[in-house]
């Protein structure tokens, strides 16, 4: 069985195994900062992302959560993409910070500095607004944000003294597909979320970073948020050695994307699937059940998820050898002439 349902089920990264087994060995710690390996882990993101600060969270989802409430009073817009996961897979736990959903149009998920900027003019004195960036854009196949685009809109959002947060859960595989700098990434927003799990392959976690006093007040929602996770000495170790090396071992996801996306568009029709950007692959059934899908291609022997009633996702992770993308494709044919719907 070859598991594509998402890029947290690639293999833990060498060093996994001995980092937690030497942190469980010491004395466990209690407060924020006191654990030698968080704190390192937090040292280190914090160059590697060129910010004041950093406060390890457990799930991405809480880092964006956490974002909302620093940057916005209840009832303030959040001007996002249409299909952002903080208004789309978090709908419910952004209903609950009382953000009213602002949505912009977008290309290829991304908010473009024009729009931005014309959002920004028709706001009203007092009204309360919070810029939502995600790269990449997960529900647009893993599409990357374009260069220029984020310290630009960073810019005029400062002018305008409207935050900006960044949900870059999968900045990592931006950062390989553009070969940039994570900090480059990063700079112009006010905060960023970035999982370790997914990508990189820590067990566990995601971070939050930004501004000193930006993550003072985040560490104070995180607690209230019931993330004050402790002792966390075995994942900060983790995580630690899941960051490293982590740009070497990421370049073949997305190679790997490009082959399978090739020959399902060879033995499927031509654009059957987009060229991916990133790691991620989107299969549209537009006539089909998406959930049928699923369970079918599964007795082919490949393991995916269906978002929404038509479209599939395939997420390629180190987990996947160059030398299985031939044995997927043809799964995902099998499983296409079988539903009876050949593309
Ligand atoms: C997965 C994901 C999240 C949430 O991460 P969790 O750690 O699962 O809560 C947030 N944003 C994007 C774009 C994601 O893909």
Known sequence: MIDLRSDLLGPRPPGVAAAVRAAAARAPAMEYGEDPDERA????????????????????????????????????????????????????????????????????????????????ARLEPGDAALVWLENTHMLSGGSVMPRRWQPEIGAICRAAGVAVHLDGSRLWNAAVAQDAPMSRLIAGCDTAAISLNKAIGAPLGSVLCGSRSAVDEAVRWRDALGGGWRPLGGVAAAARAAVKGWRDRLATDAAMARALAEALNARLG?????????????????????????????HHGVRTIALGRTRIRLALHGGVREGEVAAIAAAVEAAAAGDGQAS
Do not use: K, W, Y
């Open 41 to 120: 882990l937090m040292d280190e993101l914090q160059a590697e992302l060129g910010v004041e600060a950093v406060v390890f969270v457990p799930t991405c989802t809480m880092a964006n959560q956490i974002a909302i409430r620093l940057h916005l009073p209840q009832g303030g817009q959040l001007a996002s993409a249409a299909r952002a996961h903080v208004v789309t897979v978090e709908a419910r736990a952004t209903a609950l910070t009382g953000a009213a959903p602002g949505v912009l149009p977008d290309n290829n998920g991304h908010l473009s500095p024009s729009t931005v900027s014309a959002f920004l």
């Open 270 to 298: 031509e654009a059957t699937v987009q060229t991916p950007e990133t790691n991620l692959i989107f299969l549209d059934r537009p006539r089909g059940d998406a959930v049928a899908f699923v369970e079918t291609l599964a």
